[in-house]
């Protein structure tokens, strides 16, 4: 059964019902479910639930789960398709595209509040502490710069990318680092690896949960090796078998940096063409929540794991 859906002078795609199983789900009761544009079935509960699912990993792309012969469909999903095929309310829409807005912003933009005037500050130049503040220097009729690590009026050398003149300034990532626990990787002959690492790529922290060594940071899509530290590929490639064994490399030590995101416009497993100003994030997200093919994309078997790894704000 096929029921035309008409909104404003055009007509949207038919949507299709079915009594088939839910793919997402499994669930084979004798109920219509709509199918998707993957072909695959969905009720509204189960295609809701699953995009809140991967919202909450970092995910701003939508792509069916469902099992072919043993891999995942992979196919992604319009956000106009998901907002009319889940019936999502007024309320909903507002919670998903929030989301999506906010997981964006901080995917592709460095900003933080400013401790004078409470606006979001966006910092240009990620090797350098000191942040200028526009709307503080014109209140104050002064420069008014502040400390990125430690949010506090700036003191110092101004080019510092370590720590500014104030005493408690110090980057809590690393004492992260410094303090987390040991672990024997799950699946794999790697002895006392550190639990948590800063993604070689973007800086993010993981912590390693379970499973094998490989993970995949929810910030800059990039899957890398918890044990050396070298992107999946590289460390697959140096070795054969690498997978549930020792790397080629040695294992990394605990790391005394937090990698800075150069936002590469090409890297493995990753987003090809990265907004370089906020307008260019708008725009990305005018294309996500309109049915228009995104300038960016992401890997399209890329799904939350539950259990494997999380990260650490």
Same mark, same amino acid.
């Given at each position: 059964?096929?029921?035309?859906?008409?909104?404003?002078?055009?007509?949207?795609?038919?949507?299709?019902?079915?009594?088939?199983?839910?793919?997402?789900?499994?669930?084979? /009761?004798?109920?219509?479910?709509?199918?998707?544009?993957?072909?695959?079935? @969905?009720?509204?509960?189960?295609? %809701?639930? &699953?995009?809140?699912?991967?919202?909450?990993?970092?995910?701003?792309?939508?792509?069916?789960?469902?099992?072919? =012969?043993?891999?995942?469909? #992979?196919?992604?999903?319009?956000?106009?398709?998901?907002?009319?095929?889940?019936?999502?309310?007024?309320?909903?829409?507002?919670?998903?595209? !929030?989301?999506? @807005?906010?997981?964006?912003?901080?995917?592709?933009? /460095?900003?933080?509040?400013?401790? #004078?005037?409470?606006?979001? !500050?966006?910092?240009?130049?990620?090797?350098?502490?000191?942040?200028?503040?526009?709307?503080?220097?014109?209140?104050?009729?002064?420069?008014?710069?502040?400390?990125?690590?430690?949010?506090?009026?700036?003191?110092?050398?101004?080019?510092?990318?370590?720590?500014?003149?104030?005493? /408690?300034?110090? =980057?809590?990532?690393?004492?992260?680092?410094? =303090?987390?626990?040991?672990?024997?990787?799950?699946?794999?002959?790697?002895?006392?690896?550190?639990?948590? $690492?800063?993604?070689? %790529?973007?800086?993010?922290?993981?912590?390693?949960?379970?499973?094998?060594?490989?993970?995949?940071?929810?910030?800059?899509?990039?899957?890398?090796?918890?044990?050396?530290?070298?992107?999946?590929?590289?460390?697959? @490639?140096?070795?054969?078998?690498?997978?549930?064994? !020792?790397?080629?490399?040695?294992? @990394?030590?605990?790391?005394?940096?937090?990698?800075? &995101?150069? $936002?590469?416009?090409?890297?493995?497993?990753? !987003?090809?063409?990265?907004?370089?100003?906020?307008? /260019?994030?708008?725009?990305?997200?005018?294309?996500?929540?309109?049915?228009?093919?995104?300038? %960016?994309?992401?890997?399209?078997?890329?799904?939350?794991?539950?259990?494997?790894?999380? %990260?650490?704000?």
């Amino acid at each position: 059964m096929s029921i035309p859906v008409r909104k404003g002078d055009g007509v949207e795609p038919e949507l299709k019902f079915v009594r088939r199983k839910d793919d997402i789900t499994g669930d084979e /009761d004798d109920n219509f479910r709509v199918e998707m544009s993957c072909g695959h079935v @969905a009720g509204p509960n189960s295609l %809701t639930g &699953w995009c809140r699912s991967l919202l909450d990993t970092g995910c701003i792309k939508f792509h069916c789960p469902a099992d072919v =012969n043993g891999e995942k469909c #992979g196919k992604e999903w319009p956000y106009v398709e998901i907002r009319r095929h889940a019936l999502l309310t007024e309320e909903e829409q507002r919670d998903f595209e !929030v989301k999506i @807005a906010s997981i964006a912003a901080k995917q592709f933009h /460095d900003y933080k509040e400013c401790p #004078g005037c409470k606006s979001f !500050v966006e910092r240009k130049d990620q090797t350098k502490l000191s942040v200028r503040c526009i709307i503080c220097t014109r209140i104050n009729g002064g420069v008014y710069e502040f400390c990125w690590q430690c949010l506090k009026p700036w003191k110092g050398d101004y080019n510092s990318s370590e720590k500014c003149g104030n005493e /408690d300034c110090r =980057n809590p990532k690393l004492h992260i680092l410094e =303090n987390c626990a040991l672990k024997d990787l799950q699946g794999s002959e790697i002895k006392n690896c550190p639990s948590i $690492r800063a993604c070689p %790529t973007c800086g993010q922290l993981i912590e390693h949960k379970e499973k094998c060594k490989y993970v995949i940071c929810n910030q800059c899509n990039v899957e890398f090796c918890f044990a050396c530290l070298e992107t999946a590929r590289a460390c697959q @490639a140096s070795k054969a078998g690498s997978w549930f064994k !020792v790397c080629a490399k040695p294992l @990394a030590p605990k790391q005394t940096e937090i990698p800075v &995101w150069c $936002r590469r416009t090409e890297q493995t497993h990753s !987003v090809s063409a990265e907004p370089q100003s906020v307008t /260019d994030t708008l725009n990305m997200l005018q294309d996500l929540l309109q049915h228009r093919q995104p300038h %960016t994309q992401q890997p399209q078997n890329q799904e939350p794991q539950q259990g494997s790894w999380c %990260t650490i704000s």
